[in-house]
């Protein structure tokens, strides 16, 4: 069925009227002491979790690249070819599938050329971000930093300040094999000069990178474009570009920002205006969740109020509006010849002001508390609750800067309690989603009275208030190589309120259930170099089966990864 907006949303109306009936059967049925229901629906499969929806993001900014993931070859910080170990070591612990970079709005004056040979002969720029650039970071070390991870590189290109020219000069650059490279005319067969430049560089071997980003916030940053100008762009620089392979390169182009989705319904509109297949794989979305309720980039990470751990998650929720409203704007707009498009949901977070910066030249850095723990917990849960509409995500930022995974200075490191919600979410990633209903009182937010504030660096919008925090919320997927166990996610927002609630497979038994819990008494409560293990998950306190079902409490503020086993 073709879901547009109207029926995504009918859709959704549809699911909460059902839900509350579901609500008063499965009450009614079962104990009177739980407080809510969790209901998985394995006979309605959703799409396979695409593990890229577990993706990261590193600019050059701030402390994010210097000193975050790069400390130098001759460093004393343990590296791996100048790339801190640490934050190797988490990623892949965490099995990340993909690492975007440049940028950010430092990709579109970012001209790749300046990042590769000699280090000593590269140039010095000033570049975005009011940052004096040496450029010692650049394409080698970015590759080099994904093979260390063990994870694929996602390329954002310079669509604002380069020509098209040096968008498939790059390509042919990272991709051209070794060797002669066979020629599809009468000329013979002989090496590519990129190639082999990219060998005298040290690498021989092609980078192979298939995901491409066509500019980053071309409404704001990346050009202050309209969406028809940014369309005309796009198909310029997508309409030939070198390919080494049978399987098409993925580009991404730019949609609107939060829940802008005239941008992304004129943009196209725009783009199948000539009517040739176009190259597109997914539409780059970007949300970041304010610390404060009436301004962006505002608030504390560390400061906050009940009221503000309420709004801030209620406000967090909105992502799921944006995942439907964008995927509908796709639908509406779809033509018969072209792709089908997801989204890619490259930017993600919280922002909050500068307060708890880790030092005064790490831009943008902030801690990261249990509330931003929530967080990821929910935004993660609505990715996975849409499998079948977003094909892949990044967090902003991996290290050092907003939404961070990874504080580092120096030789000092630690994770964030986000860190730990991306490891327990772990057995999601490449699992199939399955339909589950949640039925739990909702929390009003105490804060929402006005539009709420959206922005990232150069623009600043606003989506209309939200009013009601789900007081339980989550997905579920059975395992790709056991249909009899399950991963259920869960994040319980209330800061007082254990939840004790009764969870049913619809057609199945549950024989048994072990888990992980995130949780803490104070939701202030975070990392730091001192003390690097305040926040970290423990063994979940498992409830009681009777009838097939499991009857859990969630404590209050947690996040619980449950592992269940179907008899
Ligand atoms: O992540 C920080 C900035 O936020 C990025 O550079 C930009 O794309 C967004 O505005």
Same mark, same amino acid.
């Given at each position: 069925?073709?879901?547009?907006?109207?029926?995504?949303?009918?859709?959704?109306?549809?699911?909460?009227?059902?839900?509350?009936?579901? %609500?008063?059967?499965?009450?009614?049925?079962?104990?009177?002491?739980?407080?809510?229901?969790?209901?998985?629906?394995?006979?309605?499969?959703?799409?396979?979790?695409?593990?890229?929806?577990?993706?990261?993001?590193?600019?050059?900014?701030?402390?994010?690249?210097?000193?975050?993931?790069?400390?130098?070859?001759? &460093?004393?910080?343990?590296?791996?070819?100048?790339?801190?170990?640490?934050?190797?070591?988490?990623?892949?612990?965490?099995?990340?599938?993909?690492?975007?970079?440049?940028?950010?709005?430092?990709?579109?004056?970012?001209?790749?050329?300046?990042?590769?040979?000699?280090?000593?002969?590269?140039?010095?720029?000033?570049?975005?971000?009011?940052?004096? *650039?040496?450029?010692?970071?650049?394409?080698?070390?970015?590759?080099?930093?994904?093979?260390?991870?063990?994870?694929?590189?996602?390329?954002?290109?310079?669509?604002?300040?380069?020509?098209?020219?040096?968008?498939?000069?790059?390509? *042919?650059?990272?991709?051209?094999?070794?060797?002669?490279?066979?020629?599809?005319?009468?000329?013979?067969?002989?090496?590519?000069?990129?190639?082999?430049?990219?060998?005298?560089?040290?690498?021989? @071997?092609?980078?192979?990178?298939?995901?491409?980003?066509?500019?980053?916030? &071309?409404?704001?940053?990346?050009?202050?474009?309209?969406?028809?100008?940014?369309?005309?762009?796009?198909?310029?620089?997508?309409?030939?570009?070198?390919?080494?392979?049978?399987?098409?390169?993925?580009?991404?182009?730019?949609? %609107?920002?939060?829940?802008?989705?005239?941008?992304?319904?004129?943009?196209?509109?725009?783009?199948?205006?000539?009517? @040739?297949?176009?190259?597109?794989?997914?539409?780059?979305?970007?949300?970041?969740?304010? %610390?404060?309720?009436?301004?962006?980039?505002?608030?504390?990470?560390?400061?906050?109020?009940?009221?503000?751990?309420?709004?801030?998650?209620?406000?967090?929720?909105?992502? @799921?509006?944006?995942?439907?409203?964008?995927?509908?704007?796709?639908?509406?707009?779809?033509?018969?010849?072209?792709?089908?498009?997801?989204?890619?949901?490259?930017?993600?977070?919280?922002?909050?002001?500068?307060?708890?910066?880790?030092?005064?030249?790490?831009?943008?850095?902030?801690?990261?508390?249990?509330?931003?723990?929530?967080?990821?917990?929910?935004?993660?849960?609505?990715?996975?609750?849409?499998?079948?509409?977003?094909?892949?995500?990044?967090?902003?930022?991996?290290?050092?800067?907003?939404?961070?995974?990874?504080?580092? =200075?120096?030789?000092?490191?630690?994770?964030?309690?986000?860190?730990?919600?991306?490891?327990?979410? =772990?057995?999601?990633?490449?699992?199939?989603?399955?339909?589950?209903?949640?039925?739990?009182?909702?929390?009003?937010?105490?804060?929402?009275?006005?539009?709420?504030?959206?922005?990232?660096? $150069?623009?600043?919008?606003?989506?209309?208030?939200?009013?009601?925090?789900?007081?339980? $919320?989550?997905?579920?997927?059975?395992?790709? $190589?056991?249909?009899?166990?399950?991963?259920?996610?869960?994040?319980?927002?209330?800061?007082?309120?254990?939840?004790?609630? *009764?969870?049913?497979?619809?057609?199945?038994?549950?024989?048994?259930?072990?888990?992980?819990?995130?949780?803490?008494?104070?939701?202030?409560?975070?990392?730091?170099?001192?003390?690097?293990?305040?926040?970290?998950?423990?063994?979940?306190?498992?409830?009681?089966?009777?009838?097939?079902?499991?009857?859990?409490?969630?404590?209050?503020? $947690?996040?619980?990864?449950?592992?269940?086993?179907?008899?």
């Amino acid at each position: 069925m073709k879901i547009t907006r109207r029926t995504a949303l009918k859709s959704s109306a549809a699911a909460a009227a059902a839900l509350a009936l579901r %609500g008063a059967r499965l009450f009614s049925q079962g104990s009177t002491s739980v407080d809510a229901h969790i209901d998985i629906l394995p006979a309605e499969p959703i799409a396979t979790i695409s593990p890229e929806i577990y993706g990261h993001f590193i600019e050059q900014l701030g402390g994010v690249v210097y000193d975050g993931v790069w400390v130098g070859t001759d &460093s004393k910080v343990a590296n791996t070819g100048g790339v801190r170990q640490s934050f190797i070591d988490a990623l892949k612990s965490i099995k990340a599938p993909l690492l975007r970079w440049p940028g950010g709005c430092f990709a579109d004056s970012y001209d790749w050329r300046d990042g590769i040979g000699a280090p000593g002969s590269r140039p010095a720029r000033t570049a975005f971000w009011s940052q004096q *650039e040496t450029n010692r970071y650049g394409l080698h070390e970015f590759m080099h930093t994904c093979r260390a991870i063990g994870c694929k590189p996602y390329l954002a290109a310079d669509l604002r300040t380069l020509p098209a020219r040096d968008f498939y000069q790059e390509i *042919e650059y990272c991709n051209a094999p070794a060797g002669n490279v066979p020629s599809n005319s009468a000329a013979p067969a002989v090496p590519d000069t990129l190639a082999a430049q990219r060998a005298a560089n040290g690498d021989r @071997e092609p980078f192979n990178v298939d995901l491409w980003g066509v500019g980053n916030e &071309s409404w704001g940053c990346g050009g202050n474009l309209d969406p028809e100008e940014y369309a005309a762009m796009f198909r310029r620089f997508t309409s030939w570009t070198p390919s080494y392979s049978r399987t098409p390169l993925r580009f991404v182009a730019v949609g %609107g920002n939060g829940d802008d989705v005239d941008f992304t319904r004129r943009m196209f509109k725009a783009l199948y205006s000539n009517s @040739e297949r176009r190259h597109i794989f997914g539409l780059s979305v970007h949300y970041y969740t304010s %610390g404060s309720a009436s301004e962006f980039a505002a608030g504390d990470a560390l400061k906050f109020s009940n009221g503000e751990y309420y709004d801030l998650l209620t406000r967090g929720s909105i992502t @799921e509006r944006i995942v439907l409203d964008h995927f509908g704007a796709i639908n509406d707009t779809q033509q018969p010849n072209q792709p089908h498009v997801k989204l890619v949901f490259d930017e993600w977070g919280a922002w909050y002001g500068p307060g708890t910066r880790l030092a005064q030249n790490y831009n943008l850095s902030q801690q990261s508390t249990m509330r931003d723990a929530l967080l990821t917990g929910i935004t993660l849960d609505i990715f996975q609750r849409h499998a079948d509409k977003v094909a892949a995500a990044c967090v902003a930022q991996t290290i050092n800067c907003l939404h961070s995974l990874v504080l580092a =200075m120096g030789d000092q490191s630690c994770v964030t309690p986000t860190y730990h919600v991306f490891r327990m979410y =772990m057995p999601h990633q490449g699992a199939q989603s399955v339909r589950t209903q949640f039925s739990a009182a909702g929390i009003p937010n105490p804060l929402a009275n006005a539009p709420i504030p959206v922005g990232g660096n $150069s623009y600043a919008g606003s989506i209309d208030a939200s009013k009601i925090l789900a007081g339980l $919320s989550g997905s579920a997927s059975i395992s790709p $190589s056991n249909p009899k166990l399950l991963t259920l996610t869960v994040v319980n927002p209330h800061l007082d309120k254990p939840m004790t609630t *009764e969870i049913a497979v619809a057609g199945a038994s549950i024989a048994s259930a072990s888990g992980t819990v995130l949780s803490e008494p104070d939701v202030h409560a975070h990392n730091d170099f001192a003390h690097p293990d305040a926040v970290k998950p423990s063994a979940a306190t498992v409830g009681s089966t009777s009838g097939g079902r499991l009857t859990h409490t969630f404590p209050a503020a $947690s996040v619980t990864s449950l592992q269940i086993t179907l008899a």
